[in-house]
Structures are given as C-alpha cells and as structure tokens.
C-alpha cells in the first residue's frame, strides 16, 4: 500500500526567510502525482502545488517549489520569503497514475509550520 | 466559479439521530470525493463516485455510513444512526479528471454528543 510520511509535526520560520518541509512516500507505481496542500485556521484545503512523476523539472508556484526526488522518493516543499498568511497546516499528498489504480489522494499526516514576525 | 459547497457548515447532534452532510461539486467535475479528517488517523477517503457512480467506498467506515450522488451537482453523505466517534471534519472534493486536481470545499464540523 501506498504510504506518505512527513517527518516533521511542527516547524517554525521567521518572516521573511526560507523553510524546507520534507515528505517520502512509498509505491511501486512509476507514474503517479504529488501534491501539497495547505490548511490554514479556517479548515479549508488549499491546494499549494502539484508534480507529475514523469516531469524531471520541479514544479513552482511564485514563492513555492519543490525538491522532487523519483529515486529517494521525497518531495520537498520549499516557501520562500515566508509570511504570516503561510502559517498552516501543510499536508504532502499522493495519488497513483495508473489507469486501474485508485483515484484517492494519500496524504501524509502534515506538518504544522508556524511564522514568527 | 463558486468552488466546492458544503453544508451545513457545522453540525451538533445526539447520538443516534441521523446526520446528513451536502456536496455540490464544482460545474463540469466528473469526480467527486468524501474524506473524513480526525486528529487520530488523519485525513482519510470514505468514497468516490466517476459520473455519478460509486467506484470505491472502501473507505465507509461501517453500514450506519451511506452516500448518494443522484446528479452531477449534488451528493450526500448519511450517517444514521449516529455516534460520537463519528465526530469529525468531513470534506468534500471534486475534480475535472483523472489524476485531475482535487478541489476541496470548507468542510462540516460534525460534533456528535
């Protein structure tokens, strides 16, 4: 079975700076999808940035990217120039890509990341 | 576009009274999902449907958990009879394809007493 972990519960930025959130996963599937989503105070579920397995170019979203890794299986998410309305809640999510494989998002059990001004 | 809607957006009930949770899903979305988020296991699906149809319900916790999905814009999700560790955030989601991305509404605060 497909597994996402973050190893990470909580981590702390000060505005302004970078901060790297680490996620693994396990599968035997080769093509398959990679998210990050954000969950603020309000619950809502905000997608940040997704990545396609068969893409070697890391995706990127203005002040977020991602540090994709197929071999090590890890997929990095790095916020840059961080700010107050990032602090959150941040879930690493996976989904096969396979046409006989499951539609459903695995997420990881995220990661709190708290900014300080 | 009005995203994903829910309701009710919070819900306080007794256990053993029936609890119906609504989805419309995004226009034109062919995918629509229901997760289950609780400090203890995390966010977890309970069913999806493809065109109105179930495909997975794996995920349904037990026979008291039920979900309909009669047109493409609207989907419910029951619990009946209910109970307190049915307490949780429920979500739902749709997506326009598959391996689409994923869109979730706010979500209902389901407290069972």
């Known amino acids: 079975a497909q597994t996402v972990t973050q190893s990470q519960p909580e981590m702390s930025v000060q505005e302004a700076e970078t901060v790297t959130l680490s996620c693994t996963y396990d599968t035997s599937e080769s093509d398959y999808y990679l998210f990050w989503y954000k969950q603020p105070p309000s619950r809502q579920m905000i997608l940040v940035i997704r990545?396609?397995?068969?893409?070697?170019q890391n995706a990127t979203e203005n002040r977020f990217s991602v540090n994709f890794q197929k071999a090590a299986k890890s997929f990095s998410l790095k916020i840059s120039d961080s700010q107050l309305g990032d602090a959150a809640m941040y879930f690493c999510a996976y989904t096969p890509g396979n046409q006989g494989g499951s539609e459903k998002l695995v997420f990881g059990k995220g990661t709190k990341l708290t900014v300080n001004p | 576009d009005a995203g994903v809607i829910q309701s009710p957006r919070h819900e306080v009930t007794e256990m053993g009274q029936e609890v119906t949770l609504r989805c419309k899903p995004i226009?034109?979305?062919?995918?629509l999902f229901w997760y289950r988020q609780t400090m203890m296991r995390g966010l977890e699906l309970l069913i999806y449907?493809?065109?109105?149809?179930?495909?997975?319900d794996s995920g349904m916790p037990e026979d008291r958990f039920s979900a309909k999905m009669p047109n493409a814009s609207f989907s419910t999700l029951k619990i009946q009879p209910s109970e307190p560790r049915d307490s949780a955030v429920y979500f739902c989601?749709?997506?326009?394809?598959?391996?689409?991305?994923?869109?979730f509404g706010p979500g209902t605060r389901l407290l069972v007493l």
């Open positions: 990545q396609e397995a068969y893409k070697q």
């Open positions: 989601a749709s997506s326009l394809h598959r391996q689409g991305t994923q869109y």
């Open positions: 226009s034109g979305h062919d995918y």
């Open positions: 449907f493809n065109n109105n149809v179930p495909i997975d």
